[in-house]
């Protein structure tokens, strides 16, 4: 006996009948604005090359980190599911298998946004009107996976179906983009640009290190175990993004420490971290004192500064030996801007010039901190609330923590941030709503006038993502 | 000129109209199920030889910390109270006195959890039907004193009334259970167990540690002041508590500090606490590797494990000077689960015979920490908003902050982790109709069906209790 | 195209009808009370002299660091809005073009508590009824510049107007206090005291420590690099103030941290700390000692205590030194309560006749450490939301998070703690109807009853406040 699934016209908003009228007429200036996804980490192989998904599995729950962190929690094994272990090999299981075991255990995700998200996608994109459940679970599957074989459930078809404007992935300097080539020269006129992700190269805690500096030598032609060479293999590999299309590079360090080193002392560390015997404090002074120099090469270069930094990274132990990284054990832990932004800020923080998009996993810091250094610092800007906080109650305690302080004219607008395209405009989906929630509350409490949040929720929607990201 | 007291059917309800019609409906669900009361700190002396209690300031005030610290704060005296000291004595005040004074400063606790609960035991259970104040302090004194004297108002019989299906009490080590045997022995149907809280002889801070576990040694004919046989020692009391029906262990740290030893350190250690001359640092280092046996322990028996850490204990120097411990000035303070628990979980954080229960009293952990690490470890699930946060406000924070990232299914329900027996359907009360509040809330904002939220109001009432902690 | 400006009679009360409706009626019980402002920072010699305010750049835009630090993170140079250099020179700018430069970006203060403020002066003291916009920037200036040189715009005609009872401004030991001196002989009848803020005198790190140190040694004729008469000094000073009807000392360290040193270990650390050579950690020692010695001064003379720690002070090392200090760079920092107070607990947490507020900018501490201490501690209160969080979110997280566990009656209402006079009753206002809306949260949710919320409306916008700061 399965049940009907809806996605309710006035899902997300207030059931306060003056905060959904102001929710409803706000929301109608956005939700069809086209798509701009400034950050996020899609494949680019799927828009250069526009072939079929494999299957549900293949493509809803084994690239999913936030679907099978959930499964994983109530002791179903990361084997059961298929997921990929280090050794390159894989559990030999039936994806319909997995999408079943999958199904029983959807109850797991309610009142996630894993759950919003994924039931916007069956009922939107795959027009299921049934509930997943075990007992829905086949019909599911091949429904699903009857559409990924057309030709309108294509990469492309997708992206232009969704309304996105423009799509931009993350790539490390060592990639060489050729996907991103392909896409170039396909003649396409989707816009899929990437962006610059350094950490492989400039964290000396980075899996391969060393191998990675000697990857980076290869592509420049620089010897980039030499600090000098190193630098100016960065420079070059950023103005290849830039070239490729790339406006933004991203840092994802444990912590949002800066460092201000002389040239003399950056050296040494360098050569302390590319001997391979250096301490804990010697990698974070290298990760602090390179965030500083990409700053540098941000006002050179006008790449946009994104930082993501406070995930305790592969926490499970076990699970990161035999799966490797990402798979949904990242833990965020307390983070300190204060001290950590300051060497960076007194060296660049009234840079006309500069823009520095600082992310967060602590909310502690949303109004402790990031507000308060938002609404002076000229350089810098809040991006949206984060991964574990990309939900409708994080969206809202990020909104009523900082608009105060920060002032909405310091935000980014909306990051979806993810590897699950087909989440996409569900995700635009939820942010636009929440706004549109809060933005109502404002207005239904005297706080904002309805023009001014019709304003607002536009730019949240769409300007100051463009803006902020130079787009 | 007294004032009607009166509890509104739809207290705690939302005043939104759509809100509160769905809290309605699933409250239905829930209002009369069996009480499940995992975790307490109720005495097993009322339970074993069901006497009359004494009078309503033994039974109400002197008792309940969270009402005379309120009062201390004001200005009034321990000892005007009543309250013992520790060298035994106890000022010579007179039971209706105290009571008046409670009675004229009852306004002060306007707006917190304990006037919601003394209001539902004055209205349900002795059905007084006027407030409390210092014009009705003698009525309210003798009404409540009369019906104490009475059979119905004895222990046994107020279990019964209130519908409980199982109470856990907590007991260290060193106790004899001889009171819950007691019980077994009487034939009384009332199901009352025991958990076993070892920081007295785990702890090496606590008040009397070696003759604790000199103690610990004569009850179990080991000599505890040898490493292995003290290990050994734990394990019996510890099957002792299970054999008694304990199905949880206890754990109060200042922190969540945990640590994998090798034996020999262990010992090492051991030994250092032991001598009596140890830094602040070895009895933390202590404390964070009896944890780990003590896990290791529960992966041996079954017993569930509770970490409640986070608590500064007898902050107020003077008042545990001349009153001892738990007289209401326990402070908070900031706690790190992510790093703390680490070893922990390199450990054991993948057993799938292991339940730990994660308690905070640091709000920031909610989303921060104890949210992503419940949603993925299969060792890990949250116990209830606790303590300070046992609330409507901080029951409705604790929700909102954890069900998008840990998921419902990663809690336990509630525990109401009292020593005031008389207001445990009361807090059981407020508990369930929180959780309908929060539910209503997704409901009416379609983040979930009607049908889900009914099945989870039931969970979070009573399944999930049953089912974490194995009754 | 200009559009309407207008105070809605309901602003910032909730749109739930219900709520709103008992807003509503408290709101009535408090609206027109006289105005209490025991703790701000305006400028004495307004009311001792009386003179016209020079013009509404000078006034609104200049010292209101909330105004430009917001238009600053915008670009907006400080030279351009013509702040002060701390050389003494000031850019050329023409007041009426700074005029127009705020005008054309007061958007960017959308959904501000600054814009509450601004617009509550704009409507109600100069009674303009069109929105401030570029359109609009010189109707503005020209009817506000009238206004202010008119005799009912002077600074005793509007506190006159606003109905403030008391004002309390905040000096410095070292200031003569001869504008309070001269409001005293003028014979006005308007209520105006000061505060005693030690700061630039018990802080080793505070610009000009040993100068200011002289400077005190002057105005007491007494050695104040001797650490004996230093103290002497610093009671003459307190006495000084107190007479001169200061009922209150403010302390803005960067820690909430205390230390109980012997005297010989205290006068060692003072002649490190006027030596010239001391380290970071001396200072903060210093600092720490220094709100010992003030508590027991405090003990001495009754003055009331008030602690506002934890702000990272000029964290913009280039707007420090080319602007000098309190330019809108102040930043929050995480602050631990538990730890740093409790020598100073130890010592004087129990004392009758000691009252100390603590304020925060921290709000993880609201209800993890200050609800906590301030529900059990007697000496200790709760100042309200501070400085960022003086605002309508920021409002009703800190009641939300506090009054269930300090209780409200451990409060002090509320505090402006401006430098903005216009803004004063818009302030007030804004807490009054804050309040209320909390209040109608509980009373519609059946947590208080209507009437004693009526009367904690009133508490808590006059009466708390009258009795914490003894007025």
């Known amino acids: 006996m399965s049940q009907a699934l809806t996605l309710r016209p006035d899902r997300l908003f207030s059931s306060d009948t003056t905060q959904r009228a102001i929710a409803q007429r706000l929301f109608q200036h956005v939700e069809t604005l086209p798509i701009i996804s400034p950050h996020g980490h899609t494949d680019p192989r799927w828009f250069a090359y526009d072939e079929n998904f494999a299957n549900p599995t293949d493509l809803l729950i084994q690239p999913d980190h936030y679907v099978y962190r959930m499964l994983y929690s109530q002791g179903i094994t990361l084997d059961e599911l298929g997921i990929p272990r280090s050794d390159g090999s894989v559990a030999d299981v039936d994806p319909r298998e997995v999408w079943r075991l999958f199904a ?112 980076l030598g290869e592509i420049t032609g620089l010897d980039c175990l030499n600090y000098t060479q190193y630098l100016q293999a960065l420079r070059q590999r950023r103005a290849y993004f830039a070239k490729m299309g790339a406006t933004s590079t991203d840092h994802g360090h444990p912590t949002a420490r800066t460092a201000d080193l002389s040239t003399l002392e950056a050296e040494q560390l360098f050569n302390t971290v590319t001997s391979g015997a250096f301490s804990k404090e010697d990698a974070e002074l290298f990760r602090a004192h390179m965030l500083m120099e990409m700053a540098g090469m941000s006002l050179e270069d006008g790449l946009v500064m994104q930082i993501h930094p406070g995930a305790f990274r592969n926490h499970n132990a076990r699970v990161f030996e035999h799966y490797g990284r990402d798979k949904g054990a990242d833990i965020p832990s307390a983070t300190d801007y204060v001290s950590d932004l300051k060497p960076l800020l007194d060296r660049y923080g009234n840079e006309p010039n500069l823009n520095i998009i600082l992310f967060t996993l602590d909310e502690t810091s949303y109004s402790r901190e990031l507000g308060p250094l938002a609404g002076h610092y000229p350089v810098l800007k809040l991006g949206p609330s984060w991964w574990f906080h990309d939900s409708p109650e994080g969206m809202l305690r990020f909104r009523r923590s900082t608009h105060e302080v920060a002032g909405f004219y310091n935000m980014v607008g909306f990051n979806d941030d993810t590897r699950a395209f087909l989440s996409i405009p569900a995700r635009h989906d939820m942010a636009r709503r929440m706004d549109c929630v809060h933005l109502a509350e404002l207005v239904a409490t005297h706080r904002l006038e309805e023009d001014e949040a019709a304003e607002l929720a536009v730019d949240l929607a769409y300007n100051f993502a463009k803006q902020a990201y130079k787009l």
């Open 104 to 215: 029983n255990h959807y109850h797991l995700f309610r009142g996630t946004p894993s759950a919003y998200w994924l039931n916007y996608v069956f009922s939107r994109v795959f027009e299921i009107d049934v509930r997943l459940s075990g007992d829905t679970a086949d019909v599911y599957y091949d429904t699903i996976n009857n559409a990924l074989a057309t030709d309108a459930f294509k990469p492309r078809a997708l992206f232009e179906r969704y309304n996105i404007e423009l799509l931009a992935t993350t790539e490390s300097p060592l990639d060489e983009l050729e996907h991103h080539q392909a896409i170039l020269d396909s003649g396409w006129s989707g816009r899929v640009i990437t962006a610059f992700r350094p950490d492989p190269v400039i964290d000396p805690d980075f899996e391969g290190f060393i191998d990675n500096l000697k990857s």
